[in-house]
């Protein structure tokens, strides 16, 4: 194709599925159902504070108490409202994921967009790094960080997104070589334009359904993968209203008050179900495009 046509080929000019709408997304069942589910539970986070009947480390002379007029989930062995510490204990859950996929969303499409669409040696060196990193376990990567550098949120938070990031670049890399041949591609490298230009308003909005779908997966593991450090003790620490740690507090006293457990152990499993269903509604969503185009 020569120079003169090309410079007028953009992303835009690519034929793409029909639009899609957010009604069509909700009429997919696991779309839905895990988007109501997600929004309850935010709700519950968000409001969850401001109509908790106690502070959450507000200590009683009534410990190890079960469901009453007072306390209608009880009381944990130190005598806090299980439910004031329920209705706490929820942003943590969320949040620290959250910062986790972003932190390594952010990192990993860079990397795996300049690797994939340079090629040659930066790619190789790349994939070289990503195959190193993927060969050690998660779990003993995060251990290593949270004991040379302690536990707490930041430090979870950072491990993580330093653990997650290979998994994502690889795939972006891959989208990308898919993506990079492409005619409005040439076409912009034709007509002269920038790196950056070419990476972020050529490529990157062609693997948008792929970023979606790799970030709602993320967040999936991210939520489990935190709630059980915290569970361990090197995420969030006591006494912080945290679902995870409200687990490991309680859990001594599972046949004596299993509210204490239960509850905070299904809220954190109604979380990761919620979002693992958005990303299965997500990939059916995008469908061929993810597929087709952009997964290798």
Do not use: C
Request: glycine fraction near 10%.
């Amino acid at each position: 194709m020569s120079a003169d046509v090309l410079k007028n080929v953009t992303a835009a000019d690519v034929p793409l599925p029909r639009q899609r709408s957010l009604r069509s997304f909700l009429a997919i069942p696991q779309g839905g159902f895990g988007v109501g589910l997600l929004l309850l539970l935010l709700a519950l986070v968000v409001v969850g504070p401001f109509i908790a009947p106690d502070s959450p480390n507000e200590i009683s002379d009534q410990p190890i108490l079960g469901p009453s007029a007072q306390h209608w989930l009880g009381t944990d062995s130190y005598g806090r409202d299980i439910l004031s510490r329920v209705l706490h204990g929820g942003a943590s859950v969320i949040l620290l994921p959250l910062l986790a996929v972003s932190a390594a969303m952010v990192v990993a499409t860079l990397v795996g967009l300049v690797a994939g669409y340079l090629g040659g040696k930066v790619d190789a060196v790349v994939t070289w790094v990503i195959n190193i990193a993927l060969a050690i376990p998660s779990y003993l990567a995060v251990l290593v960080v949270v004991a040379a550098f302690g536990g707490g949120g930041a430090v979870v938070v950072t491990a993580v997104a330093v653990v997650y990031a290979p998994y994502i670049t690889r795939v972006i890399r891959s989208a990308t070589q898919a993506i990079a041949p492409r005619e409005f591609v040439l076409a912009a490298r034709a007509r002269g334009e920038s790196l950056g230009w070419i990476l972020f308003r050529e490529i990157t909005p062609n693997i948008g359904p792929t970023l979606l779908v790799e970030i709602a997966l993320r967040f999936t593991y991210a939520i489990m993968f935190i709630a059980s450090l915290s569970f361990l003790g090197l995420g969030v620490q006591p006494p912080s209203a945290n679902w995870g740690v409200m687990v490991a507090q309680n859990r001594a006293l599972l046949l004596v008050s299993p509210v204490g457990v239960l509850v905070p152990a299904l809220l954190i499993g109604v979380l990761a179900i919620a979002v693992n269903l958005i990303a299965d509604a997500l990939t059916q969503f995008f469908g061929d495009r993810i597929h087709e185009r952009l997964m290798v």
